[in-house]
T-cell receptor, first 114, second 116 residues
Framework: AQSVTQPDIHITVSEGASLELRCNYS??????LFWYVQSPGQGLQLLLK??????LVQGIKGFEAEFKRSQSSFNLRKPSVHWSDAAEYFC????????????FGSGTRLSIRP | GAVVSQHPSWVICKSGTSVKIECRSL??????MFWYRQFPKQSLMLMAT?????????EQGVEKDKFLINHASLTLSTLTVTSAHPEDSSFYIC????????????FGSGTRLTVV
């Protein structure tokens, strides 16, 4: 069955420190991959997406993600976090037909320590 | 860029009544619409997928008679929660996709439903 796994429920990092949020997927073939951010009570904002090509993807707000086929991973990184980055982060995947649905991971809540 | 307008952003209704949530694609034709539900501190769970002019396909465990989805036009899809109960209180989000746009999914801003 298709699935997206985010092993970390909650992560706390100090402001200015680097960040890495983990994401693993299980699909029959390489899916299209996404990272979204959600602030409390708000909708989703797309940070970045991977379809094909360069495995290091640049996104908005200084985020990047690296696709590693051998590890079935798509981890999100940021070199220096800001207090405003505190939010819920969702990794998601879609694959197969042109009308494929997006499946979301369980999310990782990011807290920033002053 | 593509925009999906979702209304209302929040609604409170009495138990037993029905509530309709609308999603409109403002500058593109939403050939496929996805409806998600999100309980507090949980992830987004897909409820159903609808293609314009066709009946919606519901995910396992989602009651199709309770959550009525209409996708009669390429710019409008609605989700009606019928005979709502407190356990239906949740955050509902739609996502629209236009045929030919390579995995360009556009999400609405969500609707917070509270059933009292």
């Amino acid at each position: 069955a298709q699935s997206v796994t985010q092993p970390d429920i909650h992560i706390t990092v100090s402001e200015g420190a680097s960040l890495e949020l983990r994401c693993n997927y299980s699909y029959g073939a390489t899916p299209y991959l996404f990272w979204y951010v959600q602030s409390p009570g708000q909708g989703l904002q797309l940070l970045l997406k991977y379809f094909s090509g360069d495995t290091l993807v640049q996104g908005i707000k200084g985020f990047e993600a690296e696709f590693k086929r051998s590890q079935s991973s798509f981890n999100l990184r940021k070199p220096s976090v800001h207090w405003s980055d505190a939010a819920e982060y969702f990794c998601a995947a879609a694959g197969g037909s042109s009308a494929s649905k997006i499946i979301f991971g369980s999310g990782t809540r990011l807290s920033i320590r002053p | 860029g593509a925009v999906v307008s979702q209304h209302p952003s929040w609604v409170i209704c009495k138990s037993g009544t029905s509530v309709k949530i609308e999603c409109r694609s403002l500058d593109f034709q939403a050939t496929t619409m996805f409806w998600y539900r999100q309980f507090p501190k949980q992830s987004l769970m897909l409820m159903a997928t609808s293609n314009e002019g066709s009946k919606a396909t519901y995910e396992q465990g989602v009651e199709k008679d309770k959550f009525l989805i209409n996708h009669a036009s390429l710019t409008l899809s609605t989700l009606t929660v019928t005979s709502a109960h407190p356990e239906d209180s949740s955050f509902y989000i739609c996502s629209a996709r236009e045929a030919g746009r390579n995995y360009g999914y556009t999400f609405g801003s969500g609707t917070r439903l509270t059933v009292v």
